[in-house]
């Protein structure tokens, strides 16, 4: 039997050397820890779709309804390092996908 997974945690914000800065400011996304009747009816209608594979329609109106909650997670994305090419910027949308 396995035991309970332990948290590890990193040293206090104020105790991590000023040289390196978050990339991206939490303050300008909408933090609301609840999603909207327009939020989950989205969700549940692009079902798998919303790992945005290849094909997927852009234009559907459940992105609309989930941009609060995509935007700040391709913002994320996008500031990290990415070599480049198809298969990297499909694992990362699918990462972002599948949060």
């Known amino acids: 039997m396995r035991s309970a997974a332990q948290v590890v945690t990193g040293p206090p914000l104020s105790d991590v050397?000023?040289?390196?800065?978050?990339?991206?400011?939490l303050t300008s996304y909408d933090q609301t820890?609840?999603?909207t009747p327009a939020e989950h009816t989205a969700l549940v209608s692009l079902g798998w779709d919303v790992r945005r594979r290849r094909g997927h329609?852009?234009?559907?109106?459940?992105?609309?309804?989930?941009?609060?909650l995509v935007h700040p997670l391709d913002d994320a994305r996008r500031a990290l390092y990415n070599p480049g090419?198809?298969?990297?910027?499909?694992?990362?949308?699918?990462?972002?996908g599948s949060f």
């Open 17 to 25: 050397p000023s040289g390196w800065q978050w990339p991206i400011d």
């Open 33 to 35: 820890p609840t999603l």
């Open 85 to 96: 090419g198809r298969y990297h910027e499909r694992c990362a949308l699918d990462a972002v």
């Open 57 to 68: 329609n852009q234009q559907r109106p459940e992105w609309t309804a989930i941009a609060r």
